[in-house]
């Protein structure tokens, strides 16, 4: 799955330096020139980050930040400030406001760059490259490859996104509409036993590994992904 970008920026120059990294470097990227726009198409489908600027023409960014973070869609949205602003005072209000990080201009593309993976590291591993480890099991994104050991699995790429963001997310449970969300993307209108039937063929693409029982069912909740902590013998 792609990561979508949001910009929220009314300086053209700016919108087109961050449009051009951004894009090279893979990420699918949207733009909106004030709050109104940036709301039209977060209500259509969620990005996956927004990069928000402080001054807008219709409402401040740092309102924006403050509405988003007080509606439960939005919440948990990754979330950058940028802006000229270099006031301490700013910085904070910025943070207060619900901000995860904060960008000054100027900023060279890099360091914005290195900003978004950071913040992705932290609050949304399934959409990094890195390979995650989970005891003898191995997920490397950039070649879509996963194994046990020395065995190779076979997974479709539902089932590849699925067990990546499980990965990513050791030990907590998921409702099927969290994952569907989380795995599908909040656009796609699917049915939630879909979900099901992708957990079904991913524990039996674990089987052979012996693994099957590390996507536990919690009754009434959802699922959950366990680390094994005695590896069980393959069958
Ligand atoms: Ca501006």
Not at 70 to 95: N, S
Not at 124 to 146: E, I, K
Request: include cysteine; glycine fraction near 6%.
């Amino acid at each position: 799955m792609t990561t979508t970008v949001l910009v929220v920026e009314d300086e053209s120059a700016i919108l087109e330096l961050i449009s051009i990294n951004l894009e090279f470097d893979g990420y699918r990227v949207w733009h909106a020139c004030d709050a109104r726009q940036a709301l039209a198409l977060i209500r259509d489908e969620l990005p996956d980050v927004i990069l928000l600027d402080w001054m807008l023409p219709d409402i401040p960014g740092v309102t924006l930040a403050r509405q988003l973070r007080g509606e439960a869609r939005t919440h948990d949205i990754p979330l950058i400030m940028l802006t000229a602003k270099t006031d301490e005072r700013d910085k904070i209000e910025g943070l207060e406001a619900g901000a995860d990080d904060y960008v000054t201009k100027p900023f060279s593309p890099k360091e914005l760059r290195a900003r978004i993976k950071a913040l992705l590291r932290r609050r949304a591993p399934q959409l990094t490259d890195d390979t995650v480890h989970a005891g003898a099991l191995r997920l490397d994104p950039a070649t879509r490859r996963a194994s046990v050991g020395d065995q190779p699995l076979t997974l479709g790429p539902t089932e590849f996104r699925l067990l990546h963001f499980f990965m990513t997310h050791a030990g907590r449970v998921f409702s099927r509409a969290q994952l569907l969300d989380q795995v599908w993307g909040d656009h796609v209108f699917v049915e939630e036993r879909t979900v099901d039937v992708h957990i079904r063929r991913l524990r039996r693409a674990l089987e052979p590994t012996g693994r099957e029982d590390t996507v536990e069912t919690v009754r009434g909740a959802g699922y959950r992904f366990s680390l094994p902590t005695v590896p069980r013998r393959p069958p």
